[in-house]
């Protein structure tokens, strides 16, 4: 199967493969012997991480402006 990356860095996972993870909206990716590796992150998994954040007083404002601060800095 193939999935091709858009000029925003997005991938749309095929059908046959989206299908067999239901339930599933987050995946942690990471690279392996220049492999992309996409875990499903279960429930929660994700409510743990946003239980985390909240403890750090993480917001979602902070993450946006860290991200846009990041993205200033590659280009």
Known sequence: MLAK??????ITLPKAIATQFPGVEYFEVRTENRRI???????????????KLAALKITE???ADAIKWARKRKG
Request: aromatic residues 0%.
């Open 61 to 63: 404002i902070d993450i």
């Open 37 to 51: 590796i996409l875990e499903p992150l279960q429930r929660g998994q994700a409510d743990a991480t946003r239980r």
């Open 5 to 10: 990356r858009t000029v925003k860095n997005q």
